[in-house]
């Protein structure tokens, strides 16, 4: 049984992914949004594909599915009910066609790269919510692009190849019931942006965000080197300076 869900919800591939090294790939994935969104200080759940249910969601605001290609009818189902009753969901890289249109948009086909730096990060327009970085850098191999199906979605960011030209190709989609990636957040680099692109898109869709980040992100900015605090750092350079004539003390 899932536990109760607070207000951030990230759920693991297991039921919509195919076989057992998608599998894999879909834990490494989670794994690395946890890791972010904790470092965040964005409290969140993490459940299996098998545990979304209309109850587990009961207290979410935001749904995350990092990797989830094709999801079982039932979750399908409780996302809808999810949505419906005000919920978000932010997805990345599904191939979910019922997902898609749930979200009021329609999925591309599926593009592999031609040349390495096809896609070599996306860029946000006008119409991207306030707070999300201009550029993000990722080397991204293939994707599956999603579109607009109803004015109530819009593309906010696309697709620049190693030149910094734009390709044409969709990276996200910004709906009233969600946002959609056409490719997973990649562990490759532009660590910073990533974060601060998932923090931006999670406060749109859930201001209570906010404030824990700010929190955290105030406490990370008191920190000197390896030291918690001014203080802390003071006293142990203090000490040391004591050693300075016998460097091998201290």
């Known amino acids: 049984t899932a536990p109760a869900a607070g207000r951030l919800v990230l759920v693991r591939g297991t039921g919509s992914v195919p076989n057992d090294a998608e599998k894999s790939y879909a834990r490494s994935v989670t794994l690395r949004l946890d890791r972010w969104l904790s470092e965040m200080g964005l409290t ?93 850098r990722q080397e991204s191999r293939n994707i599956r692009p999603v579109q607009p199906a109803s004015k109530k979605a819009k593309i906010i960011a696309a697709w620049e190849n190693a030149s910094g030209k734009a390709t044409g190709d969709p990276a996200w989609v910004l709906a009233e019931r969600g946002a959609w990636m056409s490719h997973v957040l990649l562990d490759d680099g532009d660590t910073r942006h990533k974060q601060r692109m998932l923090l931006g898109l999670i406060g749109h869709f859930d201001a209570a965000a906010w404030a824990p980040a700010a929190k955290c992100y105030v406490e990370e900015a008191g920190k000197l080197g390896g030291y918690a605090n001014f203080q802390t750092a003071r006293e142990d350079l203090s000490r040391r300076a004591g050693y300075a004539a016998n460097p091998g003390l201290a």
């Open 44 to 136: 969140h759940d993490v459940i299996t594909d098998e545990q979304v249910s209309s109850a587990a969601l009961g207290g979410a605001k935001v749904v995350i599915l990092g990797y989830n290609p094709s999801l079982p009818k039932t979750e399908l189902a409780a996302l809808r009910s999810f949505v419906v009753r005000g919920g978000r969901v932010i997805v990345f890289y599904s191939s979910d066609p019922g997902l898609a249109s749930l979200l009021d948009m329609k999925l591309g086909e599926y593009k592999a790269s031609d040349v390495l730096g096809q896609w070599s990060g996306f860029r946000f327009n006008a119409s991207a919510p306030e707070h999300l970085p201009g550029t993000v």
